[in-house]
């Protein structure tokens, strides 16, 4: 089972930018689908962007377009989503997944505790 730590949330104002890992731990990624979904209080997790295996191909929610980019480094076991341009809406906690399809949620099957996103205006 593939274990996942995040790291580089924090406070920062908006406009500014903020670039989260998420190493894991256990096995290989290179062959999953990677994720990260954000969680604002008294909200569901919702989808923000992912990567496929490859790193060929990323999908982003609409929100985030032109703003977050998601990239990853295999041989690091590592994903990094670099976050430009943030808004007081991006504060969330945002939980990296791998092994799913996309933007489903349900098909992640392994998920890390989260790293806290907080912007101010």
């Known amino acids: 089972q593939v274990q996942l730590v995040e790291s580089g949330g924090g406070l920062v104002q908006a406009g500014d930018s903020l670039r989260l890992s998420c190493v894991a731990c256990g096995r290989s990624i290179s062959a999953y689908t990677m994720g990260w979904f954000r969680q604002a209080p008294g909200t569901g997790r919702e989808f923000a962007a992912s990567i496929t295996s490859s790193g060929d191909s990323t999908y982003y929610e609409d929100s985030v377009k032109g703003r977050f980019t998601l990239s990853r480094d295999d041989a690091k076991n590592t994903v990094y989503l670099q976050m430009n341009s943030l808004k007081p809406e991006d504060a969330a906690v945002y939980h990296c997944?791998?092994?799913?399809?996309?933007?489903?949620?349900?098909?992640?099957?392994?998920w890390g505790q989260g790293t806290q996103v907080t912007v101010s205006s």
């Open positions: 997944a791998a092994g799913g399809i996309r933007s489903i949620r349900a098909t992640y099957d392994c």
